[in-house]
Structures are given as structure tokens and as C-alpha cells.
């Protein structure tokens, strides 16, 4: 059973940095994918970004291109999602997901996926 546990989230203002973590259990899949989605009040779950575990590759939404890098350590354990220049439109919660063979930006649908952490972006 995968276990998904993010952490990290906070209040900044616009323009700032975070770092959000996902302490991943029980994930041991070469072929799947793990990724960040979003959602704000009021509007639909929105996919910011995966990475593969066969290869590695980091794909991104183009709201955030450029200024949100996703990551994996190499055991496995926690996937962060780096995020600079922070905009107000980044306000809402993040959740990490995991698949062991899906992949893609519809990171919503990935078939495990975490409690959540709030990011608050003040302009």
C-alpha cells in the first residue's frame, strides 16, 4: 500500500519560494509516475507536475514552466516541488500523487495520493 504524506506548505507573499515535500511509503514501481496536483476554491483540480520513475523526465504545466522544478530522491522516499516566483494565482491546496502506471499531467487521477498541504500566496 502507498503512502503519501505532504508537508511543507505556508503563507508567503508573491514572489517568494517554497519548498513542499511528500514523504513517500511503500512505492516500488519502475514504470509509474508521481506528481503534484492543485486545487483552489471554487475551480477544478489542476496537474502542475510529474516525474517518471523509469527514466526520470519532469514534465510541467505551463502555469508554472520555468518556475516550479519537481523532483525525486534517489531511494524513492520524498518528492518535492520546488517553487520560486510565486504568483497569487498559485494560491490553493497541493497534493502529491502516485501511480504505478499512469502517467501524465491528469495527476488528479493518479490512483494514490496524499492528504494535502495548504500554500497561501499574498499579493
Known amino acids: 500500500q502507498v503512502q503519501l504524506v505532504e508537508s511543507g506548505g505556508g503563507s508567503v507573499p508573491a514572489g517568494g519560494s517554497l519548498r513542499l515535500s511528500c514523504a513517500v511509503a511503500g512505492y516500488r514501481y519502475s514504470n509509474g509516475c508521481m506528481g503534484w496536483f492543485r486545487q483552489a476554491p471554487g475551480k477544478e483540480r489542476e496537474g502542475v507536475a510529474y516525474?517518471?520513475?523509469?527514466?526520470?523526465?519532469?514534465y510541467y504545466a505551463d502555469s508554472v514552466k520555468g518556475r516550479f522544478t519537481i523532483s525525486l530522491d534517489n531511494a524513492w522516499n520524498t518528492l518535492y516541488l520546488q517553487m520560486n516566483s510565486l504568483k497569487p494565482e498559485d494560491d490553493a491546496m497541493y497534493y502529491c500523487?502516485?501511480?504505478?502506471?499512469?502517467?501524465?499531467?491528469?495527476?488528479?487521477?493518479?490512483?494514490?495520493r496524499g492528504q494535502g498541504t495548504q500554500v497561501t500566496v499574498s499579493s
Open positions: 500523487a502516485a501511480d504505478p502506471w499512469r502517467c501524465g499531467m491528469d495527476t488528479p487521477k493518479y490512483r494514490d
Open positions: 516525474i517518471s520513475t523509469r527514466d526520470g523526465g519532469a
